[in-house]
């Protein structure tokens, strides 16, 4: 800031500072670049709370790839093992809670013995066996076994579709975790959450 004499009057006069240069804009991520997440100036919309990511995070394969362009094939499949295995044990959990649903007595008048556990067989396809999601059989605590039967379709209201829906894509997910072999049977008891893989009827 000056101070300008001009005839009797004093004026004082503000310099503006010059307007500041744009940021450059970083050059995008090539394959083989290693990036670090502090560097990488995270918008609130990639976290979820406080030191966690968000999925939306992990959409850009490109980025990704450049976060762990260091990162040797053995440290890269060692990560994907952990993801799978925790992705493998939230499914079975769900799953578990999904057949608990499904083997509701209908209410407290239901004169059926409760159901302890759900065993299951193989269905063949093209890409190998599977654990057959309609033809599964109820073991109650009477000791009797009898197959599951589905409710007819015009009683099965949006919500009991959406989760019956749901209990078949995560059971094929199972199928594909623990691959079964034609024969095969899995026993799931209810109360303890005891998945067993045998070759065998439960109760041979």
């Not at 503000?14 to 450059?24: G, I, L, Q, V």
């Not at 450049?66 to 493998?88: K, P």
């Not at 199972?174 to 034609?182: F, I, L, V």
Request: proline share 8%; hydrophobic share 40%; aromatic share 8%.
């Amino acid at each position: 800031m000056n101070t300008v004499d001009v005839g009797v009057q004093r004026f004082t006069v503000t310099r503006s500072a010059p307007a500041a240069a744009p940021a450059p804009t970083p050059p995008p991520l090539q394959p083989g670049d290693a990036v670090t997440l502090s560097g990488m100036n995270l918008a609130p919309s990639t976290t979820a709370t406080a030191g966690r990511l968000a999925a939306e995070f992990f959409a850009d394969p490109d980025r990704v790839l450049a976060m762990v362009a260091h990162w040797t094939q053995d440290q890269l499949y060692a990560l994907a093992n952990v993801l799978m295995d925790e992705g493998d044990r939230r499914g079975k959990a769900e799953l578990l809670e999904l057949l608990r649903w499904l083997c509701d007595p209908s209410g407290p008048n239901d004169p059926a013995p409760r159901a302890v556990k759900v065993e299951f067989v193989t269905q063949a396809y093209d890409d190998g066996n599977y654990w057959h999601d309609d033809e599964i059989f109820i073991h109650r605590a009477d000791g009797t076994v009898e197959p599951y039967e589905w409710p007819e379709d015009d009683h099965q209201d949006d919500e009991w579709r959406a989760k019956a829906d749901r209990y078949r894509a995560l059971l094929a997910d199972y199928s594909r975790s623990d691959h079964p072999a034609g024969g095969d049977h899995l026993v799931v008891d209810l109360a303890t959450g005891e998945f067993e893989h045998t070759g065998k009827w439960a109760l041979a």
